[in-house]
Every structure is written in C-alpha cells, then in structure tokens.
C-alpha cells in the first residue's frame, strides 16, 4: 500500500516504514504528526482519487531528527562586464518515517461538525436584516421576493419591493 500526501507544500509518494527528508516541520524529535492531505492511495490494485483530497484518509508520521541539507552554492557572473555573485544556502529539513497510512480518526469528524454550526448564526443574521427595507439593494429585495414567493417581482421598482415585501 502506498499514498500519495502533500507535506509542507510539496507531494511525497510514502509507504509504510520508509524515511522521508521533507521541508522542516513544527514539533520535536520523537514526536508524532499526521498529514490528512492525501491525494492518492492504492491497496492491492485498488487506486482511489481524491478530488482534491481523500477525507477518510491520514497518513501518520514520527520525526526523527531536524537537520540542513546540502550546501547550495548560487553563483551569478556576467561575461566581460566584472559581474560576479556568489551565494549559498542549506535547506532545513526534518527527516520523518511514515508510522502508517489508513482511516482518519475522530478529529476528521470533528472538523466537519464545526461549519454546520456556523451556518445556523448566518441564517440568523439574514432575517434581521430582512427587516429594514430601505437599505436593501434592488437585487437583494428581488431575492427576497424570490424567496417569499412574490409573482413579477421582476419588474418592480425598489419602492414597489419594499411595499410588496411589507404586507
């Protein structure tokens, strides 16, 4: 079995116990971490494509170590014009071993429960402020005739809106 996850902005093919060098991560040595960005896992022939990401799956992680990578030498020159740069740099890396790759846990409910609760405020917030008329544009009066079920609110004017929505 093996996935296809994204980690720290970059995609990663990882199979169970392999070691993976990835940007570096947040978090200590020994710690554990799960990336629930998968976009691809196969099981026995079995492909499934996230669009964009698969949501009942999380691939979980131990980091091993932080570390710097190879020295990376810049160097810019212009011929015949005495133009020359020289940079270098090493990346931060974390090295991390993918522990397994399977079912999200409880947290992946969690997160869905919390924009439908949201939603119920907004609805709230929609029919106190049906109340005042006058500051409504003309196309949020005719959506609100829409809704009210008012026949040719099409072609009213705002005034004529607001007093086919009053009664």
Not at 29 to 41: A, H, Q, Y
Not at 83 to 112: D, F, H, M, V
Not at 133 to 150: D, H, N, P, R, Y
């Amino acid at each position: 079995m093996y996935a296809i996850v994204e980690i720290a902005g970059q995609q990663f093919k990882v199979v169970k116990d392999q070691k993976v060098y990835v940007h570096r991560l947040q978090g200590e040595e020994g710690s554990k971490v799960t990336f629930d960005n998968v976009l691809l896992t196969e099981d026995k022939g079995n492909v499934t494509i996230g669009a964009p990401a698969i949501e009942a799956v999380e691939v979980t992680a131990k980091i091993l170590g932080h570390l710097k990578g190879d020295k990376v030498i810049v160097f810019k020159k212009k011929r015949r014009k005495g133009y020359k740069k020289k940079n270098g740099r090493r990346q931060y890396l974390t090295e991390i071993q993918i522990e397994s790759i399977g079912a999200a846990g409880e947290n992946k409910t969690a997160k869905k429960a919390a924009p439908k609760k949201e939603a119920a405020p907004k609805a709230e917030v929609k029919e106190s402020t049906s109340v005042d008329f006058s500051s409504m544009t003309v196309a949020e009066l005719k959506a609100a005739a829409k809704e009210q079920g008012i026949s040719g609110y099409t072609s009213l004017k705002k005034a004529e809106l607001i007093e086919a929505l009053t009664k």
